[in-house]
């Protein structure tokens, strides 16, 4: 596997797409993410296939860090609900995302003469971490898939918050989030290993609008 400075920068730009659909998607009920997805189309609308690798690095970094902070102000919520629900493969999903993601960035973020390994050893990761399947997981647990959680994610997280709607907004955040950087490790695989980009772009962008959907919905219930 041959990875050039072309090739890292077409698995970023892909991934932008993805996680603006994401926002996009998101964004009919959650105005600040649609203002993420606008300023990732920003990002996108200027991005050369000339311009500097350096200076889609740094973009993607202010990206990566407004990410981080909305998962951050949601973790104590999370981990009170998952330890008081035993909702433990939850968890076990939100780890393995955030490792893939977590080599991704290491991808990203490498200097020229580091990003053959970092790349190598980010496919490795991924497959290794089992590829798609925890994003796989989390998709079928909102939308309701049977025995993928003990019960759908939603309806354990209404029915322990007692449609409290801050604890199913703060939910959806990290919903948001863990989509997000699961499609964006996904779609940067794909383009490493030369799988079908565009095939997984609009699967991943129907599904995200089928999950955004059931959060509508669950929401609803709470006001």
């Known amino acids: 596997m041959e990875v050039d400075k072309a090739k890292l920068q077409e698995a970023a730009i ?25 300023l990732i189309g920003v990002v996108l609308k200027f991005v050369d296939k000339n311009d500097s690798i350096e200076n889609l690095k740094k973009e ?35 780890r393995s995302l955030k490792w893939q ?26 497959d290794d971490e089992l590829g798609d399947q925890h994003l ?24 322990h918050s007692r449609n409290d709607l801050d604890t199913m907004t703060k939910l959806s955040h990290q919903l948001f989030y863990l989509f997000s950087i699961g499609c964006i490790t996904l779609m940067a695989n794909a383009v490493l290993i030369g799988d079908d980009v565009e095939g997984l772009k609009e699967e991943w962008e129907d599904k995200m609008n089928r999950v955004w959907s059931e959060m509508e919905k669950a929401l609803k219930d709470c006001q």
């Open 14 to 38: 892909v991934g932008l797409n993805v996680l603006k659909a994401v926002a996009s998607a998101a964004s009919v009920f959650f105005p600040p993410i649609g203002i993420a997805g606008s």
């Open 60 to 94: 993607f970094q202010l990206i990566h860090q407004g990410l981080d902070e909305l998962s951050k102000q949601n973790q104590q919520t999370m981990k009170t609900i998952i330890k008081e629900t035993a909702d433990q493969q939850f968890s076990r999903v939100e």
């Open 101 to 126: 993601y977590e080599k991704y960035m290491k991808m990203i973020s490498a200097p020229p003469e580091h990003v053959q390994r970092r790349s190598e050893e980010f496919v490795e990761a991924y």
């Open 136 to 159: 796989n997981t989390l998709y079928e647990s909102v939308i309701g898939v049977p025995k993928v959680f003990g019960k759908p994610i939603l309806q354990v997280y209404k029915q």
